[in-house]
């Protein structure tokens, strides 16, 4: 789903993990040749922030470009004839949030080996996507004909999807000052994105909303 010019366009492609997977693993390998490199001539203040900085960075594009197509590619209509809206939305965000866990992996994994409690505390990023997932799905609903829209609902969606900010920043920032604000970190990531997950009255309405959109 993208915008251009302010009119917003589907656009329906399916990739297959494995062939996003070398490019996270390229990713990861030169990341891990860069922090080491910063970690010999920095002090160790120096290599905790770019840690930081390449975490959070890839964090959101891995989640703002994965989260924006959420439910695009569903039948709604088939799947809720056979699974309840809050049935659906858990399995199809566990499912896509571990798919992001896998495809994150390798930057966690080259993080890990230089600081492994920010690597540690990185692993939970992906959780991120349940958020980013879920208020796009109520905001920005899909329109079951695929016919491009646009109104305050792709702003709104934008707006809230900022909030996924704080808590990637917390996980990956709150690692320099040590293991306590690490597990906060974790802590507060959990707190806004599994709520999402036991809503049932949360996805009723948003089904509802997308099926019946024009």
Sequence with gaps: RINLGGIPYIINKRVKIYKLLPITVAVGIINYVILSLI?????????????????????????????????????????????????????YLLVKTLSVFVLFLPISISVFLINPIMGISSLFIPFTYIYGASVNARFY????????SYDARVMTAGLLFVGAIIPINLDSLLPIFGFIPALAGIIVTLVFNLPFLFSKGYWEKTFEKAITSV
């Design 39 to 91: 970690k010999g001539h920095s002090p160790n203040i120096g290599v905790l922030f770019a840690e930081n900085d390449i975490v959070l960075l890839t964090g959101i594009f891995v989640i703002l470009f994965t989260s924006q197509s959420a439910f695009v590619n569903e039948p709604l209509w088939l799947n809720l004839s056979v699974m309840t809206p809050i049935e659906f939305a858990r399995k």
């Design 141 to 148: 609903p899909v329109i079951m004909s695929q016919t491009p």
